[in-house]
């Protein structure tokens, strides 16, 4: 694994004595001994962690951990603060800050890596998302990434396995009204609940009597449900190796025991954060790749989708030896429906057709809006002569109930035309297909209009 750590600290030996740890496994390091030059390369460079001194002059490090993680830009890098203050008190400032995570000097050197590592790994899922988001939208990062999310203030669901009576209702009371708690004893139930509900944490103790907590952590991180819910280890002192083996398998955090409220909430609330941004940047994803398929104006499939996707239809019919009928569809005289009605008069008609269009179809068919008034719908084991009469249904269905568009509803007449052609037997392309359907169309058009016509070949 390799990533660029930044190191922050204005003692130049302590400086160079983490460089040398991460030198040794491969990290590149950056350094920085002040808060406005730790600031200035984070928003300069590809930074993936920070380790961050907080006993700096002129700027400590909980100031410039705020600052951090309040630009988009910077917001998404993991800081880890390092520091001789060893006080709850002083953990929760740098949570609150927004840290990432807390270690007191002198850190252990296998704690270290395990996290830094732990963190790269968080960083990169992060790094991919946003870039995914940046890079599919006409839009900029920034904008995306700084807009306040109505889901900030939600109260967030989270679910604690812990076999121990004590300890479940020392977590709940601490963490009343300030997250939805659900509890299970049992890590096997813990599991099955975990998969079936959409939990922004999951809390698992190390104290149970027969179970290994870890194995836990494992199958939670290798169910796709599942895989990136942030986990919280509950740990017992004396329980370093465990820790570290759970951050190996993928757990965001963990507290030892005596469990102190207020860093409780601190890291509950950096893991939930952090899970939320995420999770908006796949949304974001996912939405931008429907635009990217979907006709705005009718909800169909666009142009795009439809060149990508006959193209398998097409292939998987011939390999099957099974039938596939396209039809090409357009409406009649569209331009003088715009010249009279406007262009939202327009509009309206293509949405009413393309609702019609969707009505009389079947689900396995596909629906495009091919451009303009022109719409193509393939549908998959379908013969030429069933195609046809659903062409027909489907041109009889627009001639025979108006159009009601604008404020009044006024009703207005359209018809359309069809062109169907099917998959030959023999030598046939996805191009030669499409001809076929657009040459009957220009027969259906050319032959008095509102008329289905279907080419064999």
Wanted: glycine fraction near 6%.
């Amino acid at each position: 694994m390799t990533a660029r750590i930044l190191v922050v600290d204005d003692i130049p030996a302590n400086v160079r004595l983490l460089e040398v740890r991460l030198l040794a496994e491969y990290f590149e390091v950056l350094t920085a001994t002040n808060g406005p030059d730790a600031i200035e390369t984070c928003e300069n460079g590809k930074v993936d962690v920070v380790l961050l001194d907080v006993m700096m002059p002129d700027m400590d490090g909980f100031e410039v951990c705020r600052r951090l993680k309040s630009d988009p830009a910077t917001s998404h890098i993991p800081v880890v603060m390092i520091t001789a203050l060893d006080q709850v008190s002083d953990r929760v400032r740098g949570l609150e800050a927004g840290a990432d995570d807390f270690l007191t000097k002198p850190v252990n050197d296998l704690q270290l890596m395990t996290r830094v590592k732990s963190l790269v790994r968080l960083k990169s899922l992060t790094d991919e998302l946003r870039l995914r988001a940046s890079t599919t939208r006409n839009i900029g990062i920034e904008e995306l990434l700084s807009r306040n999310f109505a889901s900030e203030d939600t109260t967030p669901k989270v679910l604690l396995i812990d076999e121990r009576k004590s300890s479940v209702e020392r977590i709940q009371k601490m963490l009343r009204d300030r997250a939805d708690l659900d509890v299970t004893h049992d890590p096997h139930a813990g599991f099955f609940q975990a998969a079936e509900t959409s939990y922004e944490c999951v809390m698992i103790s190390t104290a149970f009597a027969d179970f290994d907590p870890l194995r836990l952590c494992s199958q939670l991180r290798s169910l796709d449900r599942t895989r990136f819910v942030p986990i919280i280890l509950l740990a017992e002192e004396g329980e370093e190796e465990r820790i570290i083996r759970g951050l190996e398998l993928g757990i965001n955090d963990y507290l030892m025991r005596p469990i102190d409220q207020q860093e409780l909430t601190a890291r509950l609330r950096t893991q939930v954060r952090r899970k939320r941004y995420n999770d908006q940047l796949r949304a974001s994803v996912t939405q931008t790749i429907e635009m990217a398929v979907t006709d705005g104006l009718t909800g169909l499939h666009n142009r795009r989708y439809l060149d990508s996707h006959l193209q398998t239809l097409f292939d998987r019919a011939v390999a099957r030896r099974r039938p596939l009928s396209v039809m090409i569809t357009d409406l009649d005289r569209f331009k003088a429906i715009n010249d009279a009605h406007g262009h939202d008069g327009g509009d309206e008609v293509l949405r009413e057709f393309a609702r019609r269009l969707r009505k009389n179809v079947r689900g396995i068919d596909l629906a495009c809006r091919f451009g303009g008034e022109e719409f193509v719908v393939v549908m998959p084991d379908t013969e030429g002569a069933v195609a046809e009469k659903v062409a027909e249904r489907i041109r009889a269905e627009i001639a025979q109930a108006a159009f009601a568009i604008g404020q009044d509803g006024k009703a207005i007449e359209v018809t359309v035309s069809v062109g169907v052609s099917s998959v030959l037997k023999g030598v046939d392309t996805v191009v030669a297909l499409m001809k076929r359907a657009d040459l009957a169309l220009y027969e259906a058009k050319s032959g008095g209009r509102n008329r289905v016509v279907a080419k064999a070949a």
